[in-house]
Nanobody, 121 residues
Framework: QVQLVESGGGLVQAGGSLRLSCSFSGRTFSSYQMGWFRQAPGKEREFVSI?????YYADSVKGRFTISRDNAKKTVYLQMNSLEPEDTAVYYC?????????????????WGQGIQVTVSS
């Protein structure tokens, strides 16, 4: 069974940076596509970034966020630079495998508990 735990969130001022980490517990980490999603109060959970053989980014974070993974450590990271108040949300790590739409929240079978990122003006 797969378990995911996020860390590295917090409160930063606009223009600042944070690095989120997601630790993976389970088998065959390298076979999973790992993603980051976020959800602001009153809004639907949305795609942020995904890494498999390639990387994918939402237009809203492209050029500011960088996703990476360390298969030896079974960890995926999200480096967030030039943060904006609009980035404020609970950020979730997620995992999926096999074919499908990697941008779709509903395609992901495993989720972390989420971690708060707050960006002040």
């Amino acid at each position: 069974q797969v378990q995911l735990v996020e860390s590295g969130g917090g409160l930063v001022q606009a223009g600042g940076s944070l690095r989120l980490s997601c630790s993976f517990s389970g088998r065959t980490f390298s076979s999973y596509q790992m993603g980051w999603f976020r959800q602001a109060p009153g809004k639907e959970r949305e795609f942020v970034s995904i890494i498999s053989g390639n990387t994918y980014y939402a237009d809203s974070v492209k050029g500011r966020f960088t996703i990476s993974r360390d298969n030896a450590k079974k960890t995926v990271y999200l480096q967030m630079n030039s943060l904006e108040p609009e980035d404020t949300a609970v950020y979730y790590c997620a995992a999926r495998s096999g074919p499908g739409n990697v941008y779709n929240v509903r395609q992901y079978a495993y989720w972390g508990q989420g971690i708060q990122v707050t960006v002040s003006s």
